[in-house]
């Protein structure tokens, strides 16, 4: 189960580096302003707090990298972060989108469990 752990972990740590990317660099172009469903008015007022939080959206993809290259000792540090990356989905399902629940909440609780399974 642990390879299956890391495998949905690395998953979520490169959809967070895509969540950097998309908020820090693409929110005011076309396919930033597409996937949040904005017009270039609301996402040009709005790109500091999305640059914001595209970078958290970085850190929690680099400490699931970290964790990865502990191997097995990497298991509290992969915890933590998917457990961050899981209250950010619900929390952002609750306040902004249940579609985050689903796309970023799901995969963090997936990976919480796998990685916690008996081996």
Do not use: D
């Not at 017009?39 to 990865?68: D, H, I, M, P, R």
Request: proline share 4%.
């Amino acid at each position: 189960m642990f390879i299956a752990a890391q495998a949905v972990a690395a998953l979520v740590a490169l959809l967070h580096a895509y969540f950097l990317v998309l908020e820090m660099f693409l929110w005011t172009r076309p396919a930033g302003r597409k996937a949040f469903g904005m017009n270039a008015e609301q996402a040009e007022a709005t790109k500091v707090l999305a640059a914001n939080q595209g970078l958290y959206n970085g850190f929690l993809s680099a400490g699931l990298l970290w964790g990865l290259t502990m191997g097995p000792a990497g298991v509290p540090t992969l915890t933590f972060f998917l457990a961050c990356v899981l209250v950010a989905g619900v929390y952002g399902a609750v306040t902004a989108s249940r579609k985050i629940l689903f796309v970023q909440g799901l995969p963090a609780l997936v990976g919480l469990v796998l990685l916690h399974l008996p081996a």
